[in-house]
C-alpha cells in the first residue's frame, strides 16, 4: 500500500516560469532552425519562397526570441533560475563518475543534462553574437568578418546534434520519456525521479533546518 502510494506521488520538478523559458527557446530554435536551413540551402530559398522573406523572417524571430529570453529573465522567478543555474554549473564526484559510465546517484539535472544546459546556452549566445554581425556587415562593412557565417553553420550543426540526443532521451527513450510530463505539467512520479534524481529526491524530502 506504502509503496503504491509513493509510486503515484507526484513531485513538482519545473515551475512555471521554467516551462515557459524552455518551451519559448525552444519554439524559437525551431523557427530559426527551419529558415535558417532555407537560407543556407539556395534551391530551398527561391522555391518555398524569396530568399529575402525567409531571412525578414529569421531575423524577426532571433529579435522576438532575444526580448522574449530577457523578458522571462527579468520579470519571471528569478531566484528558481539562480538556483537552477548554481546546480548546473557545478559538476562534483558523482557527476564525474556518471560521465565515466560508473552508476551514481544524480542532482535534479544529471551530469548530462547539465553538460547540455551549458551548452545550450553558450550556443545561444555565440548564435546571436554571429548572427549580429552577419547582419551589422551587410549594413557597414568594417564589420565583415572573415568565418562569421561559418561559425554560424557550425553552430547549427552541433546544435542539431546535440538536439537529436534531447528528443531522443524526451520522445523516444522508455526510461527517460517520463521527464516529457516534467517540462508539460511540471510534475514528475516521486517513484521515477527516486530512480534517476536520486539526490534531489533526497534533498526535497529532508525536513527544513531549524
Ligand atoms: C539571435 C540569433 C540569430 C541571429 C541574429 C541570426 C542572424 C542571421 C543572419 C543575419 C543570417 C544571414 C542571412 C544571409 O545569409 O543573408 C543568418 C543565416 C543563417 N542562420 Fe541565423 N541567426 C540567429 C540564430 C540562428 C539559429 C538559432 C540557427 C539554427 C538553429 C540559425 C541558422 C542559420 C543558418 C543555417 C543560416 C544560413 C547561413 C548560410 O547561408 O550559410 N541562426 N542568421
Ligand atoms: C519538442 C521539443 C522538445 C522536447 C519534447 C523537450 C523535452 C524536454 C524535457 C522533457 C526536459 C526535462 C528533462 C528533465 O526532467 O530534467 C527538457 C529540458 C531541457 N531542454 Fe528540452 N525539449 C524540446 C526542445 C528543446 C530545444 C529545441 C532545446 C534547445 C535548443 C532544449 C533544451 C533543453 C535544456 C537545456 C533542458 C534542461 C537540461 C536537460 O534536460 O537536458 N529543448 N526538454
Redesign the pocket.
Given at each position: 500500500m506504502a509503496s503504491e502510494a509513493a509510486a503515484t506521488r507526484r513531485l513538482p520538478r519545473f515551475s512555471r516560469t521554467e516551462r515557459l523559458l524552455h518551451w519559448t527557446h525552444a519554439s524559437a530554435?525551431f523557427a530559426?532552425?527551419a529558415t535558417?536551413?532555407i537560407?543556407?540551402l539556395p534551391s530551398l530559398s527561391t522555391v518555398i519562397a524569396h530568399r529575402q522573406i525567409v531571412?525578414n523572417v529569421?531575423?524577426y524571430v532571433?529579435a522576438a526570441?532575444?526580448i522574449a529570453v530577457i523578458a522571462i529573465l527579468v520579470v519571471g522567478d528569478r531566484r528558481r533560475l539562480a538556483a537552477d543555474w548554481r546546480e548546473i554549473e557545478s559538476i562534483d564526484r558523482d557527476d564525474r563518475r556518471w560521465l565515466r559510465g560508473r552508476r551514481a546517484p544524480q542532482g535534479r539535472f544529471n551530469a548530462g543534462q547539465k553538460i547540455n544546459t551549458l551548452l545550450t546556452v553558450a550556443f545561444a549566445l555565440l548564435?546571436?553574437l554571429s548572427?549580429?554581425f552577419?547582419?551589422l556587415g551587410e549594413r557597414d562593412h568594417r564589420f565583415i568578418f572573415d568565418g562569421t557565417?561559418t561559425v554560424?553553420?557550425i553552430l547549427?550543426f552541433l546544435?542539431v546534434g546535440l538536439l537529436v540526443g534531447h528528443l531522443y532521451l524526451a520522445l523516444i527513450h522508455p526510461s527517460t520519456r517520463h521527464a516529457l510530463r516534467g517540462i508539460t505539467t511540471g510534475e514528475v512520479d516521486e517513484s521515477w525521479a527516486r530512480k534517476h534524481h536520486a539526490k534531489w529526491v533526497e534533498a526535497e524530502n529532508r525536513p527544513p533546518l531549524r
Open positions: 530554435f530559426l532552425l535558417g536551413l537560407l543556407y531571412k529569421h531575423l532571433a526570441w532575444a548564435f546571436a548572427g549580429f552577419l547582419w557565417g554560424h553553420d547549427t546544435s
